[in-house]
């Protein structure tokens, strides 16, 4: 993997978490509940593990060189990755909705978006800190 796709992977990471922080400080205030915490952090990771998920796709993608073997792959990555959030959601709304609020979980999940928002800013920060070094 380049240096510039680990930057970037590290960049869109640290926006899934800065989104979560901000998220259970706002919780904090409107609604502190443990289970809106605990439902914010397992959405922060499973937004991470669906991120690098298809980063490792997409690296694997690029060194490809059949344009068939690359659709096939992303489809079902992608088939994958949504089937075991689907039912990561089931079990936790079924089962563990007392300790993680789905809510909080999908809220979470959407760090991931908000991760993809948030990377150029990240990324202007990080290269100014690197230009002044």
């Known amino acids: 993997m380049e240096k510039a796709t680990k930057n970037l992977i590290v960049e869109v990471s640290a ?3 800065i ?9 904090f205030f409107l609604y502190p509940r ?31 060189q059949d344009p068939r073997t690359v659709q096939k792959r992303g489809i079902i990555s992608a088939a994958v990755r949504y ?24 809220i979470g999940v959407l760090g991931l978006k908000a991760g993809a928002f948030l990377q150029p800013v990240i990324h202007r920060i990080a290269s100014r800190k690197d230009n002044n070094k």
Not at 40 to 51: E, I, Q, T, Y
Not at 56 to 64: A, F, H, W
Not at 96 to 102: A, C, G, H, L, W
């Open 15 to 17: 926006g899934i978490v």
């Open 19 to 27: 989104f979560t922080a901000l998220l259970m400080l706002g919780s």
């Open 34 to 64: 443990a289970s809106v915490f605990a439902g914010l952090l397992l959405g922060m990771v499973l937004a991470l593990a669906m991120f690098l998920s298809m980063a490792l796709v997409l690296d694997r993608s690029m060194k490809s």
């Open 83 to 106: 089937l075991l959030l689907i039912a990561i959601l089931v079990i936790v709304i079924n089962w563990f909705s007392d300790r993680f609020n789905p809510v909080a979980v999908v």
